[in-house]
């Protein structure tokens, strides 16, 4: 499984725990670090069942009990304890009335490494910590640097964004007013380095508060990167994390841009870079007309129901849904996708029809494609890339296994 379609898949459990509420204080959030050995963890739930065991309330008696004997089962299942952790929710969701409440257990592995043992039992689940996970994405800092303007900008996971932009008022090197060129110089010099250190004081300012900043990278069109990298203007515990040098254009804030473009080779591992090589390998197939590439709903649906799909791309936008429908009165059925529910049959316009199922059509394509072995990349729209995945191939494509002649598209799916 991807690391965008994992991180997707967390991000759509945490919306349906968020929302789910137990009648009393009866759903169980487990969070175990790696290390913790099962049977000391089986010993506490163990005293937890003991404790609950005294409850007054009946039916709260009996949920807390239920819960906790669905923990200790599945927990029982691993030997021990995953390399980054084990979260465990588990309990009594409350229905429409008293007596429709329905059991819910979720066992997940945490995206990182969990640091916090945690039990609680409670109306709601502790989703807190899982959270705070996915918010702390990889941070690097930007610095472009010229003579005349400087830009500090941050990427965030696949986000880039400029934070501060700073002019210099340094003279061009014309002389004017009798001055000699060696005074000339020494001005331009000191003027450089009050420059400089202006950007650093704004740099310090920014990134020092940023506590997972992982590395800094330094880009700008002449020699003033190297001038302002060889002094110390920036603090001691910055300039460690300095992971290059990067030759670019432009400077100021469309710097900015091609810096974090650019300096993808420092930055490999970053969500940033990861997304954008998946698009421009796609862009490479589309450009180049390989055979390879394929958008448009009608096109990767048929694909992947023909198993010829091997990359599944969707954004994480993508806000339209798929209908099955069935026309009660010529008895046909047929997939509808639209941001709404069809009002009439495509085929007679009847309007007595019945909807079978209705899904969120990024789910129904995941589903789908992970049923038939495709890879699945999940793609933010907060990238360039992301939004061109959405505004020019509507949120879908996909790369194919092998070329081939055409495609024999389903006509029992419609597109509003």
């Known amino acids: 499984m991807s690391n965008s379609l994992r991180q997707y898949k967390i991000k759509k459990l945490l919306e349906e725990l968020e929302k789910k509420k137990g009648r009393g204080t ?15 963890i089986m010993n506490v739930l163990r005293e937890e069942y003991s404790t609950a065991s005294n409850i007054k309330d009946r039916t709260t008696r009996h949920h807390v009990l239920d819960a906790l004997t669905v923990v200790m089962q599945r927990l029982k299942l691993f030997r021990k304890i995953p390399e980054n952790g084990l979260i465990i929710f588990a309990g009594y969701i409350a229905g429409d009335a008293p007596g429709k409440e329905r059991m819910e257990v979720h066992v997940l592995e945490p995206p990182e490494k969990l640091r916090t043992y945690l039990y609680r039992c ?18 690097y800092g930007l610095i472009v640097i010229e003579r005349g303007e400087a830009a500090i900008g941050v990427l965030r996971g696949p986000i880039v964004e400029v934070v501060k932009v700073l002019t210099s008022g340094i003279p061009g090197k014309h002389r004017s007013g009798g001055q000699s060129a060696r005074r000339f110089d020494r001005i331009i010099e000191q003027l450089a380095h009050e420059f400089y250190k202006r950007i650093g004081e704004y740099a310090n300012r920014i990134f020092l508060k940023i506590p997972n900043l992982k590395g800094i990278i330094i880009g700008g069109p002449g020699p003033s990167k190297e001038e302002f990298f060889e002094k110390d203007y920036l603090h001691y515990e910055l300039k460690k994390k300095i992971l290059g040098i990067v030759d670019i254009g432009y400077g100021g804030e469309i710097g900015i841009y091609e810096l974090a473009k650019r300096g993808s080779k420092l930055i490999q591992s970053t969500e940033y870079y990861r997304e954008r090589k998946i698009m421009q390998d796609f862009l490479y197939h589309v450009s180049r007309d390989t055979g390879l590439a394929l958008y448009g709903f009608l096109e990767v649906i048929t694909a992947l129901k023909q198993g010829l799909l091997k990359t599944l791309l969707v954004s994480e936008d993508l806000r339209k849904k798929i209908f099955k ?15 709404y529910k069809p009002e009439k049959c495509v085929k007679c316009g009847s309007e007595n029809i019945d909807i079978i199922e209705e899904n969120k059509l990024i789910d129904w394509l995941i589903e789908n494609a992970v049923n038939n072995n495709v890879e699945v990349e999940v793609i933010s729209s907060k990238t360039e890339e992301g939004q061109e995945l959405l505004r020019s191939f509507s949120g879908v494509a996909g790369i194919l296994r092998y070329k081939i002649a055409s495609l024999n598209i389903d006509e029992n799916i419609w597109i509003e």
């Open 122 to 139: 409670n109306s709601r689940f502790h989703v807190e910590i899982l959270k705070d996970m996915l918010s702390t994405e990889e941070v």
């Open 26 to 40: 009866e759903l169980i959030s487990l969070y175990i670090p790696s290390g913790r050995q099962v049977g000391d």
């Open 325 to 339: 429908v069935k026309c009660m009165n010529c008895n046909i059925n047929f997939r509808y996708i639209s941001e």
